[in-house]
Every structure is written in structure tokens, then in C-alpha cells.
């Protein structure tokens, strides 16, 4: 299932990029990220017929990548001129959660419908499985402790990995036992805190379990909830709840600190690099779930401490007229946002956003991005999760926050 692809460009393509001179394209290459089409020249590219091809066997990308594109100058100063947009690995079912283990030098991401874990290594690129049995996670990070924090839909909870080996689970209830859902995107605060969004796209047969019967995942009854796994329904939720924004305060207090009304349907969710703003993403409505759902746009809080205060929209995610929807997020050292978004082939991928809410730029996917993280030793490598594959960029920028 791996597809060992080396960190850093091959000797083919230096050597292209040394000759361009004598092709004429030197002086074309960094407009490339605005424009390529003056030279004449059609690169392949997401868009193109045939469209580009993948793995260690395709042949040299075109540089600049055709598929990293500039919609502001400032984006000239993030994106890696010679950086190439390259598919590591590809699987099945629907990979999510990455987060960079700089210790381990590996990018830890789940497969939420196969219900296990896998690990891309740095140095060989290779894929190996971490976990062959993860209770369908989601979301991942790693605290300032360097211990992996992971989104479990099958218990519906939030656990945390400790330096022996043991898993101390952190919230699986709030209130006066209330239940989650299906906790799906997890960040830790410099304060010690940790923040995890609860819809219920977890709530199904594929990602999950439905409830039991009479609950809004299985209002009728019909779906067989506890076939398959003998743990469904020994812990966590058995019916849907509201959905909320969540804090684990150090203490181990959770407490939820968005409800529907400030973010429908939260998903993505991240801190900018002074941790003084919230960001939270909106998405449609679940399975079995009523009304319209989420706005499907990015929102955002001024954070002190624990206060929230000045909600507000971010940025619409609306495209060329089209309702992008928007997934996970993550902030690099200069405070731009990078977003996975699915929508239609040519505009999916990844857009980024600078911190006043500006498009700046973009990154085009053949897949919706579902999450993304910075990784690698200098953290300024893009690693996507779109579908069933992942895919990474070099940057000129590193991402803010431990994971």
C-alpha cells in the first residue's frame, strides 16, 4: 500500500531545472505561479486531459507546479519555487487527522473507515500501519509533551497516549454524563488545554457506529447498530446529541464552549500562531440530522484564555460562485490559514488565507482535502489528506503549534 517517494527533489528533475535555461523556460518558471500559460505551454496538472500522473513511476513535474497557483504576491513568499506537488501513498477508504511527530520524524494520520492508523517515515518514505485496530479515528495531534492526542468515533471519546504506552482517555462525556458524538478535529493550547470539535459525521456504519434504535442516526430502528464490533455500546454515546465545540481544561473539567448557534456543525479547528484567535470550521448537515446545517464557512473568536468574544465570519468559502466546504485547518508562523476544501475537480484542494481573510492562494487536489498539517525537521512541509491518499508540498513557511 506504500509508495516510497524521497523528501526532498530527485536528480532528474535538478537536472531539468538546470537546463531550462537552454529551454527558455528559466524565465518563465517563477511567473508559473500566476500564470503559465504565456509560455505557451500547457503543463499537466490536476485539470488537464490526461491528467497529470502520480507515484515514483511518472515522469518529472513541470516546475513551478502548474497546480500551485497565486491568486496575491504574497504567496510568491510561502510557496517553494521548485517545490513539487507530490502523492506519497494511496489507499482506500477516507484518511484524515495528519499530525507531525517531530521525535519520531513521521506524519501520524488515520483512516476513519478501515479504523486504523498509519505513519509516512520521513527518511524512506515509506507507509507503514501504526495501529491495525484505532476505533475508526479521526483527528490527531501531539501536546507540548510530545504525546499523541487522538478522536475516537467508535467510543465516541477523546484519548491520549502516554510516554509508557498506556491511553488515558480525557473526555468521553461532559455535563451530567452527556455523551459526545463523534469528536473529530482535536488542538492543544499553550495553556495546557485542549480543544475538540463533536459533530456527528461519525455517527454511521462506515465511519463509526449509527445509535441505537430511536436515536437520530437510526430513528427507525432498521440499521443493526452492534453488528460487527462486541465493544458497540459497551462505552460512549448510543444517541446523538447537539453538536458543540469543546475545552478539556488542564483540571480535566470539559466544558463546551460553542453551541449551534455561534458554529453549526463544527469540524476543522485551530489556533493562529498567538493563540489570541479561534478558528472553527461550519460543515453541512450529518446523516439523520435536521434542518440545513452548517453555514459551511470558516469562523472566527477573539481568545482569552478560556473567553470567547467577537464572533464573526472569516472567510465565506465561497469560490468563482461556488459554496466550497471547507475541512480542516492549520495556521502557519505568519498567521495564514490553510484550509482542505472539497467542491468541484479544479477548485478542491487547499486554499490559503491570509490573516486579514484574504485568498491568497491556492493548491489544486484531485480530491477534496479533508485535513492537512506542517511537518517534516524544519516543519515546512505541507502534508494533505484528500480521499484516500495523501499528498505533501515543500513550503517557504512552517506551521505554528506543536502538531
Not at 296 to 313: K, N, T, V
Not at 320 to 332: S, T
Amino acid at each position: 500500500m506504500s509508495r516510497p517517494a524521497a523528501p526532498h527533489p530527485d536528480p532528474v528533475r535538478r537536472r531539468l531545472l538546470q537546463g531550462a535555461a537552454g529551454l527558455g523556460l528559466a524565465s518563465l518558471a517563477p511567473a508559473s505561479l500566476f500564470a503559465t500559460e504565456r509560455s505557451g505551454l500547457k503543463p499537466p496538472s490536476v485539470v488537464t486531459q490526461p491528467p497529470r500522473q502520480w507515484g515514483p513511476d511518472a515522469p518529472p513535474s513541470f516546475i513551478p507546479d502548474p497546480d500551485v497557483i497565486a491568486l496575491d504576491p504574497s504567496f510568491k513568499n510561502l510557496a517553494y519555487f521548485s517545490g513539487e506537488l507530490r502523492r506519497v501513498w494511496t489507499g482506500h477508504g477516507w484518511v484524515e487527522g495528519p499530525a507531525w511527530n517531530s521525535e519520531g520524524r513521521f506524519l501520524l494520520f488515520s483512516n476513519t473507515m478501515d479504523s486504523r492508523q498509519y505513519r509516512y517515515l520521513w527518511e524512506t518514505g515509506e507507509v507503514t500501519v501504526f495501529r491495525p485496530e484505532a476505533y475508526h479515528p479521526n483527528g490527531n495531534t501531539y501536546d507540548f509533551e510530545g504525546r499523541q492526542i487522538t478522536c475516537e468515533h467508535q467510543f465516541r471519546r477523546v484519548i491520549r497516549w502516554e510516554h509508557d504506552g498506556s491511553a488515558t482517555v480525557l473526555a468521553d462525556h461532559w455535563g451530567r454524563d452527556t455523551p459526545f458524538n463523534s469528536p473529530n478535529d482535536v488542538v492543544v493550547h499553550r495553556d495546557g488545554s485542549i480543544w475538540f470539535t463533536d459533530p456527528a459525521y461519525g455517527d454511521t456504519l462506515a465511519e463509526g457506529h449509527v445509535d441505537e434504535p430511536g436515536g437520530a442516526a437510526n430513528p427507525q430502528g432498521l440499521l443493526h447498530w452492534r453488528l460487527g464490533d462486541e465493544t458497540t455500546g459497551a462505552m460512549g454515546g448510543r444517541r446523538r446529541q447537539p453538536d458543540h465545540t469543546f475545552r478539556i481544561d488542564p483540571s480535566g473539567r470539559v466544558d463546551a464552549v460553542l453551541d449551534q448557534s455561534l458554529v453549526a456543525d463544527p469540524n476543522g479547528i485551530c489556533f493562529s500562531p498567538d493563540y489570541r484567535t479561534l478558528y472553527v470550521v461550519s460543515t453541512p448537515a450529518a446523516v439523520g440530522q435536521q434542518g440545513p446545517g452548517g453555514d459551511q464557512a470558516i469562523h472566527a473568536f477573539d481568545l482569552d484564555g478560556s473567553r470567547i468574544s467577537r464572533p464573526r465570519i472569516f472567510t465565506d468559502m465561497k469560490f468563482q460562485g461556488v459554496q466550497m466546504n471547507p475541512d480542516g485547518i492549520r495556521a502557519d508562523v505568519y498567521g495564514n490559514l490553510w484550509c482542505g476544501a472539497s467542491g468541484p475537480l479544479g477548485l478542491c484542494g487547499v486554499f490559503v488565507f491570509n490573516p486579514a481573510g484574504k485568498l491568497i492562494g491556492r493548491i489544486r487536489l484531485p480530491q477534496g482535502c479533508s485535513n492537512l498539517t506542517f511537518g517534516g525537521p524544519q516543519r515546512d512541509h505541507l502534508f494533505m489528506c484528500a480521499a484516500q491518499s495523501l499528498y505533501v508540498l515543500q513550503l517557504e513557511t512552517q506551521g505554528a503549534g506543536p502538531a
